[in-house]
């Protein structure tokens, strides 16, 4: 793989994931010669890297969303990819939810038609590169950002689409914090914890998962199934859903609406009332319900975790003993002061944040930095709850596109 030291790149996406590559995907179909003026940079070698693992750390077996929720812009294309494949039985009722395997061939089969892994034009699209400075000199030319990877490389771009998802802000509530101090190796959060890893010890002892959602009953449908005796601890009652927002934040209506607030707190009260503290799937729930291994605590709290033969959890529903490990589900908490590859920038150039959300303009660019954008959970003060799902990468490629074609060398 060639590398980007000292190049200069009109367009640089910071993020291989699912939004990083819908974005791209999306782009070279608009313009197949952007390939040759684009740079995808991650620090995994290869794209999606981080959606595989988080599916496959979970035992997760269907996505949520709905089969036209994808990475390409045809909406049916992975139910064509099912048929041509005859895999139509892994599109799950009622909204032909597509499973993770075939999620995941279907991804690549597009990646390989995409040409952004091999592209025809024999110009290298992506590259692992983890970023560790992101650099602003307003007034330096065509090519005013500097990327500098962790390795001291540096190259330089025209206009930055960052991508970045939010796994590096996994939320571990605040009464968590001391006993996870205490015992590192016992309590985790779920980003940090794998069904698959080997657990011989856990499997005489209990598991507890702290959490609602889809995550939390995933993790307890998958260790049930593996012979672990699951506790699930939720704050509240435990909600059954199929999506994990009203459908109606892709719809024209409530985005105008979502537009026409013209106070960025309030637009993030309205993200947190609609995506809610989390929520299960019907299938998911109906599985750990009726599963032996899995005991259901709602409307609890955990007042004191003790070491005694394993871990013993008080809580407000009495005493869970011999406990091997405790995850906890508790989610991302998205904060861009988090992102030290953004600190320096943010100093230099402050951008207004509301709840760690940053407020972005209708391009979705971070003002006063010209030719910035952000897709997916960073872009959430202008595309509403939708915008960290799959979905959200065509909302925000539609907002950009125009800028982007801007970039391109024809029009430098
Ligand atoms: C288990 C799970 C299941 C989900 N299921 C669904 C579903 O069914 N439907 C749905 O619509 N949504 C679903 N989501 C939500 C969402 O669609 C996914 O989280 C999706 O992966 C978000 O894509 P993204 O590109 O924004 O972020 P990510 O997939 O997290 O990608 C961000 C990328 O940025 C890279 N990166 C970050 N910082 C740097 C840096 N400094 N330098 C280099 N690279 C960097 C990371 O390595 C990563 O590859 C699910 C989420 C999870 C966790």
Redesign the pocket.
């Known amino acids: 793989m060639k590398n980007l030291a000292h190049r200069n790149i009109p367009i640089t996406i910071?993020?291989?994931?699912?939004?990083?590559i819908s974005i791209a995907i999306r782009l070279l179909r608009d313009m197949p010669t952007a390939a040759q003026h684009i740079a995808i940079?991650?620090?995994?070698p290869k794209p999606?890297?981080?959606?595989r693992c988080?599916?496959e750390r979970?035992g997760?077996t269907f996505?949520?969303?709905p089969a036209v929720?994808h990475i390409i812009p045809d909406p049916l294309g992975i139910v064509e990819y099912a048929e041509r494949h005859n895999r139509t039985d892994e599109l799950a009722p009622p909204y032909s939810?597509p499973s993770t395997e075939l999620f995941w061939d279907f991804c690549n089969d597009a990646l390989a038609v995409s040409g952004l892994q091999i592209p025809p034009t024999g110009h290298e699209v992506y590259y692992q590169?983890?970023?560790?400075k992101l650099r602003w000199d307003k007034g330096a030319g065509k090519f005013p950002f500097r990327l500098i990877s962790t390795h001291n490389e540096g190259f330089r771009s025209s206009c930055v689409i960052l991508?970045?998802?939010?796994?590096?802000c996994a939320y571990v509530p605040p009464e968590f914090t001391e006993w996870q101090r205490q015992y590192p190796d016992r309590i985790m959060h779920a980003s940090q914890f794998s069904v698959n890893c080997k657990q011989g010890e856990e499997n005489s002892g209990k598991i507890v998962i702290v959490g609602g959602g889809?995550?939390a009953g995933?993790l307890a449908k998958s260790l049930s199934k593996r012979g672990h005796h699951v506790v699930l601890i939720a704050r509240k009652q435990l909600k059954t859903e199929q999506f994990?927002f009203p459908p109606i934040w892709l719809g024209p209506k409530a985005l105008a609406e979502f537009a026409s607030e013209i106070y960025f707190q309030q637009r993030y009260q309205i993200i947190q009332e609609n995506r809610g503290e989390g929520s299960i799937t019907p299938d998911v729930m109906e599985t750990i319900e009726n599963s032996r291994n899995v005991d259901i605590f709602p409307e609890t709290h955990i007042s004191n975790i003790i070491s005694a033969q394993g871990l013993q959890v008080e809580t407000t529903r009495g005493l869970i003993t011999n406990v091997s490990r405790i995850i906890l589900a508790t989610g991302y908490k998205f904060n861009l002061r988090g992102?030290d590859?953004l600190r320096e920038l943010i100093r230099q150039s402050p951008i207004p944040l509301v709840c760690g959300l940053p407020k972005l303009d209708v391009n979705l660019q971070f003002h006063p930095i010209e030719n910035l954008f952000g897709?997916?959970?960073v872009a959430q003060l202008q595309i509403g709850p939708a915008s960290?799902?799959?979905?959200g990468?065509n909302l925000a490629y539609e907002r950009f596109r125009e800028k982007l074609f801007a970039q391109l060398p024809q029009a430098l």
Do not use: C, P
């Open positions: 910071v993020g291989g994931g699912i939004h990083g940079v991650d620090r995994h999606l890297t981080e959606w988080k599916t979970q997760m996505l949520r969303s929720h939810q590169f983890d970023v560790a991508t970045i998802g939010s796994g590096d889809l995550t995933t994990d992102y590859f897709s997916g959970t960290g799902n799959i979905a990468a």
